[in-house]
């Protein structure tokens, strides 16, 4: 008789991969934050590398006519930074353009 479910999966692949490597859980999120007084920026969080984020900004800017950039955040890489409450735009943008799927995004904020 052989145990077939220690075959399944290695407990020690994320040990492996090292620190470094592939810190997302696979969800693209989007949250909010709040600025001052009314000012809220919205941030977009998991996109794939393969993607050039510069574009998308670009894109998403003449989409929304908002202002935003790209920043490096030590912890979670790069993130997409957008002026406004955008999060249900591109939400809809993202799905349209095919970049995340609809499961795929997470929508954080009040």
């Given amino acids: 008789m052989s145990i077939q479910n220690l075959n399944s999966r290695d407990p ?26 009314r000012k809220t920026l919205t941030t977009i969080q998991g996109l794939s590398a393969e993607y050039d984020l510069k574009k998308i900004v670009r894109s998403c800017k ?31 943008w993202l799905t349209k353009a095919g970049l995340a799927k609809a499961d795929r995004l997470k929508v954080h904020g009040f």
Avoid: M
């Fill in 12 to 37: 020690f692949a994320d040990a492996i991969r090292g620190p470094d490597d592939d810190i997302q859980d696979g969800l693209v999120h989007i949250r909010i934050q709040q600025r001052n007084g």
């Fill in 62 to 92: 003449k989409e929304f006519a908002c202002n935003g950039t790209v920043i490096e955040h030590p912890e979670y890489g790069e993130v997409l930074q957008l002026q406004g409450d955008q999060r249900e735009n591109i939400c809809q």
